[in-house]
């Protein structure tokens, strides 16, 4: 069945499946210069992931669970930033914290949370500071489509791990830093082997300022890592993906 995808820039990306059902992933809106899109245009999203606390993962989270149905699945630090700008917490059959390892069903969408070596914003327990987890998701969308979801991180070998076992047809991955003041957790050339490794049919290229020259190193390196995936790159165009095939 044909599951819809768009990439807004970032690495927020909507994945709408054949019923209508909305993912929302990443939900960096506002500020974000690739995109014109807005937090009422997401009013019906059904399902929100956030990767972690970043402003470019975080962005209009809070905005999205005040204005919308969304139910959310997030660590604790999202939550409770969520909660601290709305002033309330969110209800108990609205929210699911998540950890490595942990698998939630929303209908025929099973969305599993998957380790991303990075760094979450730093949350404050007993007057003691920690750094909390960041995340990377695999969602099988529906019968015969999966998306993984790579969050911020550097490359990994058990990605090949991840290939074996959930078979990705769709993946994005960072492939530069968001602004050149923020560092870069994977090269072109890395997130291209990273594509290799993981072997989707389909890549999203995500992670990057608009007009960087990463989008077409990383091309180039895609044809030769992993020549049989395809790129698709535009920012704000919805593309189609059935298994094998790409319209």
């Known amino acids: 069945m044909p599951t819809k995808f768009t990439y807004y820039g970032g690495m927020c990306v ?14 960096f809106l506002s500020n974000n210069p690739a995109t014109t899109v807005s937090v009422d245009d997401m009013s019906n999203v059904d399902l929100l992931l956030v990767t972690h606390a970043a402003y470019d993962h975080y962005g209009d989270t809070a905005q999205i669970m005040k204005k919308g149905k969304a139910f959310i699945v997030a660590g604790t630090e999202v939550l409770r930033k969520a909660e601290k700008e709305l002033g309330y917490e969110i209800d108990a059959d609205r929210k699911g914290g998540t950890i490595y390892g942990d698998e939630r069903c929303f209908g025929e969408t099973i969305v599993r949370t998957v380790i991303a070596h990075h760094g979450s914003n730093t949350i404050e327990n007993g007057g003691v500071a920690a750094c909390y987890m960041p995340f990377g998701f695999i969602v099988h969308v529906e019968r015969g489509m999966t998306y993984y979801h790579t969050g911020d991180t550097s490359i990994f070998g058990d990605m090949r791990m991840l290939r074996e076992l959930y078979r990705p047809n769709v993946m994005c991955v960072g492939i530069a830093g968001i602004t050149e003041a923020f560092p870069c957790e994977m090269t072109p050339r890395e997130a291209a082997m990273a594509t290799m490794w993981v072997g989707p049919e389909v890549v ?6 608009p007009g960087s020259p990463a989008l077409g190193e990383f091309t180039q390196h895609v044809k030769s890592f992993a020549p049989e995936t395809i790129v698709r790159q535009e920012v704000g165009k919805t593309f189609v993906c059935t298994p094998f095939s790409v319209m």
């Open 14 to 27: 909507m994945i709408e499946r054949s019923d209508g059902y909305k993912i929302l992933v990443d939900p």
């Open 204 to 209: 999203i290229p995500t992670h990057y300022p």
